[in-house]
Antibody
Framework: QVQLVQSGTEVKKPGASLRVSCKASGYSFTDYDISWVRQAPGQGLEWMGWTSTYNNKSNYAQKFQDRVTLTTEASTNTAYMELRSLTSDDTAVYFC?????????WGQGTLVTVSS | QSVLTQPPSASGTPGQRVTISCSGTSSNIGSNYVYWYQQLPGTAPKLLIYRNDQRPSGVPDRFSGSRSGTSASLAISGLRSEDEADYYCAAWNDTLSAFFGGGTKLTVL
């Protein structure tokens, strides 16, 4: 069965960088893009961007354009989301999802807390 | 403030039909597909509707979607207690960015 398993909870200090991983299984990894969505506590969903697992071409939300990098590693069926210059506003649950849209399969979410 | 506008809350009694609206513009809903997600507390979202009105396998036909102009709606008929959740619409815009609505909290009275 299709599974997306994300890395565990993170606590970061303001100004630090974050890397969350998303390991896929149960399907051919390079057949689908990977998207990233986050959700701040008590808030709605926010799309961050997507990346092609075929050629690592990415498309980012304008809000994150200069702070985020999405990559994939086909050899390990893993996608990564790197977010730099963290602030308390980046405290959220980060989700990966399969595909560029119409996300049927999601990771379990990674809780990230940014606090001094 | 979200690019796509949803009512913050909706409610209904078991068996009722409720609708949740999602308002956008010609750059997003007006020219791109709409998707609907259900999110239960502490869980990842679940895709309910894709491409405006299509249901993924396993989603009950009590859930239906529609789009007209720059607005879309999710209808839930035969409301059940387990339908109590947050519901989000989503759409791409012409600049190849995806947006979610602010979410609607559905309460089953």
């Amino acid at each position: 069965q299709v599974q997306l398993v994300q890395s565990g909870t993170e606590v970061k200090k303001p100004g630090a960088s974050l890397r969350v991983s998303c390991k896929a299984s149960g399907y051919s990894f390079t057949d689908y893009d990977i998207s990233w969505v986050r959700q701040a506590p008590g808030q709605g969903l926010e799309w961050m961007g997507w990346t092609s697992t075929y050629n690592n071409k990415s498309n980012y939300a304008q809000k994150f354009q200069d702070r985020v990098t999405l990559t994939t590693e086909a050899s390990t069926n893993t996608a990564y989301m790197e977010l730099r210059s963290l602030t308390s506003d980046d405290t959220a649950v980060y989700f990966c999802a399969r595909g560029a849209s119409g996300w049927t399969y999601w990771g379990q979410g990674t809780l990230v807390t940014v606090s001094s | 403030q979200s690019v796509l506008t949803q009512p913050p809350s909706a409610s209904g009694t078991p068996g009722q039909r409720v609708t949740i609206s999602c308002s956008g513009t010609s750059s997003n809903i007006g020219s791109n597909y709409v998707y609907w997600y259900q999110q239960l507390p502490g869980t990842a979202p679940k895709l309910l509707i894709y491409r405006n009105d299509q249901r993924p396998s396993g989603v009950p036909d009590r859930f239906s979607g529609s789009r007209s102009g720059t607005s879309a709606s999710l209808a839930i008929s035969g409301l059940r207690s387990e339908d109590e959740a947050d519901y989000y619409c989503a759409a791409w815009n012409d600049t190849l960015s995806a947006f979610f609505g602010g979410g609607t909290k559905l309460t089953v009275l």
